[in-house]
Antibody, heavy 119, light 107 residues
Framework: QVQLVQSGAEVKRPGASVMISCKAS????????MHWVRQAPGQSLEWVGW????????KYSRNVQGRVTITRDTSATTSYMELSSLRLEDTAVYYC????????????WGQGTTVTVSS | EIVLTQSPGTLSLSPGERATLSCRAS???????LAWYQQNPGQAPRLLIY???RRATGIPDRFSGSESGTDFTLTISRLEPEDFAVYYC????????FGGGTKVEIK
């Protein structure tokens, strides 16, 4: 079945970096953009960025631009999100989700990875 | 950047009642690239509606979406116990954004 499986929870110090992986299976990896979304405790969802696995094109939210890098490994059908210079306010659950404009919407999500930034 | 404003913040209703959730966009949403998601505590969001009015696979027909210009609406015709959750709208153009959410709680 179609699924996205993310790596486990992380605890980091302010100023450190974190990398989360998202392993896709059950579909053709290169036909869907892979988006990353985060949710701080008790807050709404915030879009972080996306990569298109077919060509590696990326786009990032202005809120994290300059600190985030999203990549993909097509042979491993895996996307990665690295966030550097971590701040306390980066504490959140991070999700990967696939999206195709047709039909539309993020129809499959990973289970989420909790990133805690604490001194 | 398109800002999505959802209202109300909280909706208190009883099972069997009709729920109407609103989402207003700060500018036109290209190609009606507007989706609705349901989220339960500790879970990932679940896609309900895409293209403003199309139900995702497996979504019951008590869920419906509509649009009028930059105003979008999610309607749940008769609330079932499992429908009490938080709902988010999202525009999924090249720089997606989410609304602040509406919590549907049991009255």
């Amino acid at each position: 079945q179609v699924q996205l499986v993310q790596s486990g929870a992380e605890v980091k110090r302010p100023g450190a970096s974190v990398m989360i992986s998202c392993k896709a299976s059950g579909y053709t990896f290169t036909t869907y953009a892979m988006h990353w979304v985060r949710q701080a405790p008790g807050q709404s969802l915030e879009w972080v960025g996306w990569v298109h696995p077919a060509n590696g094109a990326t786009k990032y939210s202005r809120n994290v631009q300059g600190r985030v890098t999203i990549t993909r490994d097509t042979s491993a059908t895996t996307s990665y999100m690295e966030l550097s210079s971590l701040r306390l306010e980066d504490t959140a659950v991070y999700y990967c989700a696939r999206l195709h404009l047709v039909p539309g919407g993020m129809d499959v999500w990973g289970q989420g990875t909790t990133v805690t930034v604490s001194s | 950047e398109i800002v999505l404003t959802q209202s109300p913040g909280t909706l208190s209703l009883s099972p069997g009642e009709r729920a109407t959730l609103s989402c207003r966009a700060s500018q036109s949403v290209i190609n009606n690239y507007l989706a609705w998601y349901q989220q339960n505590p500790g879970q990932a969001p679940r896609l309900l509606i895409y293209g403003a009015s199309r139900r995702a696979t497996g979504i019951p027909d008590r869920f419906s979406g509509s649009e009028s210009g930059t105003d979008f609406t999610l309607t749940i015709s008769r609330l079932e116990p499992e429908d009490f959750a938080v709902y988010y709208c999202q525009q999924y153009g090249s720089s997606p954004s989410f609304g602040g959410g509406t919590k549907v709680e049991i009255k």
